[in-house]
């Protein structure tokens, strides 16, 4: 499978137990919902293979465990991601109140440039909301990572939020790609070595 896909990509998803990151996984990787789904017990994780442009890319997202007792395992999941949803409950505050922790494990464990987005879930709870979507949108403006609120049971934003994690990555890594390639043909030649470039790489 690997072969054939152009890119593999690795992400998590994190936050507080119960927020709703297996239900978000499975609806976005197999179209599925469970009201009994249990907590996370360590680390699982499922992949989808979206086609961006040109490209197919295997996305293979890792779902952590919310419990605290687990946070040493989860956390070693972060090295080598390349993006990661941070999720919460916007019916319950205190998961809200949680994201600067999370969000400061993720930069601590994770690679300098992982595309983070952050996910207000269960917004089909709208009577029992305690976070306003503009605290959410504030939060996310002031740590300059994107924005949604999703609902994994109604499908409402789910596909958007991991595509538009995806598509962020997509460009950065074609990004260094194409600045690999500008200083490889930059750096100047062994003594007899002869170099072809093809400039429309570069246009």
């Not at 917004?123 to 609120?149: K, Q």
Request: charged share 30%; aromatic share 8%; with cysteine.
């Amino acid at each position: 499978m690997d072969d054939e896909c152009d890119y593999l990509l690795k992400a998590v998803m994190v936050g507080d137990s119960a927020v709703g990151k297996s239900n978000l996984l499975s609806r976005f990787a197999r179209d599925e919902f469970r009201l009994d789904s249990r907590p996370t017990i360590g680390v699982e994780f499922a992949y989808r293979n979206v086609r961006v442009r040109d490209k197919l890319i295997k996305a293979q997202i890792w779902d952590t465990a919310g419990q605290e007792r687990f946070r040493a395992i989860t956390s070693s999941y972060y090295r080598g991601a390349s993006g990661a949803m941070l999720v919460y409950d916007m019916t319950r505050r205190s998961t809200f109140e949680s994201l600067t922790r999370w969000l400061e494990e993720l930069r601590r464990f994770g690679d300098h440039d992982m595309v983070i987005v952050l996910i207000g879930n269960k917004s089909d709870l709208g009577e029992a909301r305690e976070v306003a979507e503009e605290e959410g949108r504030g939060f996310a403006e002031l740590e300059g990572i994107f924005f949604l609120e999703t609902s994994a049971l109604n499908n409402t934003n789910v596909e958007e939020a991991f595509l538009e994690m995806i598509h962020r990555i997509h460009k950065i890594t074609s990004q260094k790609s194409l600045e690999g390639k500008v200083v490889e043909a930059t750096t100047p030649p062994k003594s007899g070595q002869l170099v072809q470039l093809n400039i429309d790489e570069f246009n």
